[in-house]
Nanobody, 125 residues
């Protein structure tokens, strides 16, 4: 079992920045990829960005490239998401997720093994 606890969400104006954090605990030895998904109102959950826990590889969806940065602190077991230049369309509940699959195989919610409880990010125009 892997436990994921997010923090750092909030309500901001367009153009602002937020940093989300995810505390990772439990049986992390089985975790290969940590990632962020999000779910906007009325939409399905979507992959946003992810990284390999034991290697230097990251991936982003096109709409957040250049604005969002995912990072990790393996000593402290923390996953972070720095979000700059936030837009109203970034409004969603953001979930920290873990999977035994390689980053390249993470596309849909079904590819995820563990979910955090989610943190709300609201961006107003």
């Amino acid at each position: 079992q892997v436990h994921l606890v997010e923090s750092g969400g909030g309500a901001v104006q367009a153009g602002a920045s937020l940093t989300l954090s995810c505390a990772v605990s439990g049986r992390t030895s089985s975790t290969r990829t940590l990632a962020w998904f999000r779910q906007a109102p009325g939409k399905e959950r979507e992959f946003v960005t992810g990284l390999l826990w034991d290697e230097e590889q990251t991936g982003y969806i096109e709409s957040v490239k250049g604005r969002f940065t995912i990072s990790k602190d393996t000593a402290k077991n923390i996953l972070s998401l720095q979000m700059n230049g936030l837009r109203p369309e970034d409004t969603a509940v953001y979930y920290c997720v873990a999977s035994a699959r390689h980053l390249r195989a993470i596309h849909r919610p079904e590819d995820v093994d563990y979910w955090g409880q989610g943190t709300q990010v609201t961006v107003s125009s």
